[in-house]
């Protein structure tokens, strides 16, 4: 479905990214674990457009996608969600979940798109006036997510979707994107903490230094020498 091939990428003159690849097969959920600073963020913001990449392609479905505008990503069937969710906080949870349908070739298909992500996410309907910037940080990461799904799109990305939430709430994220997976939409999301990206994922990528190191099921990962050394030092 997705194939990343050999990307570079640079902020200015600072190499962040170098010859990263990775797959994504249609319907899986595949994890990026790295360290802070490691690029994990970079590397979905390269797949979408939001960081420029020096050398290397990204391909979806067939189509060559590399040079592709962001706006235009969602048309293509691939939608982000942000780290730190980037809601617009003084717009009440409905406005900012539309704000998802913005695109022309959404825009017609806004109501039943909607009553499908209200059907995921009944709490987001029952708050749907609710100011968002008022409802709590699981809550918020819940409408950062239905916003990105209101596009319907084949492959959704998700920057750190677990960042900052309690514990208790970063398992009913996990059972969200089990959800939307049993929808068939596939998911690339990243995470620094190794139990977390293989809790859910079928595949992962170990990056180290902006570099992958390693790729595998959960259990290869988690077993790896690899990651005992990055993570652990041994
Ligand atoms: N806009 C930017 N301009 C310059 N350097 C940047 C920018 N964004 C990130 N970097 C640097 O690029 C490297 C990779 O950053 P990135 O955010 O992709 O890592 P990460 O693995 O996602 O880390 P974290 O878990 O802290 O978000 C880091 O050294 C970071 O300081």
Do not use: C
């Amino acid at each position: 479905m997705l194939q990343v091939e050999n990307l570079d990428v640079f902020y200015g003159s600072y190499q962040v990214l170098w010859d990263v690849s990775l797959d994504v097969t249609n319907g899986e959920v595949v994890a990026v674990l790295g360290p802070n600073g490691s690029g994990k963020s970079t590397v979905l913001k390269a797949i979408m457009g939001l960081v420029p990449i020096r050398a290397g392609r990204v391909i979806f479905e067939g189509s060559d996608l590399t040079r592709v505008p962001t706006h235009e990503m969602v048309a293509h069937g691939i939608s982000m969600v942000l780290e730190r969710r980037r809601l617009f906080t003084n717009m009440t949870v409905r406005e900012n979940i539309l704000l998802g349908a913005y695109h022309k070739s959404v825009a017609s298909q806004t109501k039943d798109r909607l009553e499908w992500v209200e059907s995921l996410f009944p709490i987001l309907a029952e708050r749907r006036d609710q100011i968002a910037g008022k409802m709590s940080g699981g809550e918020q990461q819940m409408v950062a997510i239905a916003r990105s799904l209101m596009s319907k799109p084949r492959l959704l990305l998700m920057d750190e979707p677990y960042l900052g939430l309690a514990p208790k709430i970063v398992d009913q994220i996990v059972q969200i994107i089990r959800k939307i997976n049993g929808e068939g939409i596939a998911v690339l999301f990243n995470e620094q903490n190794v139990k977390l990206s293989f809790g859910v994922s079928n595949q992962g990528y170990l990056l180290e230094g902006g570099r992958m190191v390693l790729s595998g099921t959960g259990d290869e990962m988690m077993n790896s020498d690899v990651v005992r050394r990055v993570y652990l030092g041994v």
